[in-house]
């Protein structure tokens, strides 16, 4: 298997193991939302455009809503969780996308839902898939703080450090440390439920933290 298959298989452990109204790390969405929305990313045309492009975020937003209502009952639910597991249609571009689209996608849902209800200890993750995410964060987190003007780096636990962001004149660069893991999920907005540590100047700290809370 490759690891977004592996992580694919992770998310839908971890939605079985809880109820379609379990609280999740996504802002306003139970666990019923998550689901839907893995499967409308996967299948709908209209969700899948909606994530990159604003004027159909709300189409897109409605249809997870839609599905998620549909989701409210226990069998429901399990049949929607069905659909998580497996694979998306050959047509999709998901389908083709496969490591790069999915295994930092699947693994960020998985802890959305595993630390929804408060704190859970890390997952114990395979060096492998260490390797894995880390590769893939440079990308990720560079993304999610563009337009910052303060300098980042994120700091392995083992050492490895990567910068993400550059400061512009005037500004400070902030340094975040923790598991591979638990920066992914840092740079992907769930810092107040990872396991990280912040340093730097307080006034770029405070800039890092307005955009990605810890």
């Known amino acids: 298997m490759t690891w977004h298959e592996v992580e694919r298989a992770q998310l839908a452990e971890a939605l079985r193991a809880v109820p379609p109204d379990a609280p999740t790390l996504c802002e306003g969405w139970q ?40 989701a409210a009952t226990e069998g429901a639910y399990r049949d929607l969780v069905a659909r998580v597991a497996a694979e998306p249609p050959r047509w999709h571009p998901m389908s083709w996308a496969g490591e790069l689209a999915n295994v930092v996608e699947f693994f960020v849902h998985t802890e959305d839902v595993r630390r929804g209800s408060g704190p859970t200890p890390p997952r114990d993750l395979d060096p492998t898939l260490v390797e894995v995410l880390w590769k893939h964060l440079g990308g990720a987190g560079g993304a999610r703080l563009h337009r910052l003007p303060i300098g980042v780096v994120l700091v392995r636990e083992d050492g490895p450090r990567r910068q993400v962001r550059r400061p512009k004149d005037g500004y400070g660069t902030v340094v975040v440390r923790g598991a591979v893991g638990e920066l992914v999920l840092f740079a992907f907005g769930r810092g107040a439920a990872a396991d990280v540590t912040v340093q730097g100047d307080p006034q770029d700290v405070e800039i890092l933290t307005d955009r990605l809370p810890v």
């Open 31 to 70: 666990a019923r939302h998550l689901a839907a929305h893995v499967v409308l990313r996967e299948h709908s045309p209209v969700v899948g455009a909606g994530i990159a492009v604003p004027a159909l975020a709300g189409r897109a937003e409605a249809a997870i809503e839609r599905l998620a209502d549909d």
